[in-house]
Nanobody, 127 residues
């Protein structure tokens, strides 16, 4: 299975912005769909969104649509999650994972088939 590392988490104020990174060590992220999920304390992991293989589009859950943006930088072999207008409900551990390109669509926003989820990065939004 592919190995991905999520990083960039921090403590931010309500209304602030943060950019997370998802980097691959020994494979090209352009060959896969990349998904972002998050887990709040005491809750199950929920999907945030995904981006298809290189040249594809991104999809988002309703609670982050219009505030979060997923993008790729092929030269850096990295996928990013730009988070704007952050809210306290965005607090949680954020993870990224890969899947075949066809797993990323608006019908699979809970990211079935993506994995492994590995180690995430903590995002805390203070109220």
């Amino acid at each position: 299975q592919v190995q991905l590392v999520a990083s960039g988490g921090a403590v931010v104020q309500t209304g602030g912005s943060l950019k997370l990174s998802c980097a691959a060590k020994d494979f090209s992220t352009d060959l896969y769909a990349i998904g972002w999920g998050r887990q709040a304390p005491g809750k199950e992991r929920q999907g945030v969104g995904c981006i298809s293989s290189s040249g594809g589009r991104a999809y988002y859950t309703d609670d982050v649509k219009g505030r979060f943006t997923i993008s790729r930088n092929s030269a850096e072999n990295t996928v990013y999650l730009q988070m704007d207008d952050l809210k306290p409900d965005d607090t949680g551990v954020y993870f990224c994972a890969a899947a075949a390109y066809y797993y990323c669509s608006d019908a699979n926003l809970q990211l079935g088939g993506f994995g492994p989820w590995g180690q995430g990065t903590q995002v805390t939004v203070s109220a």
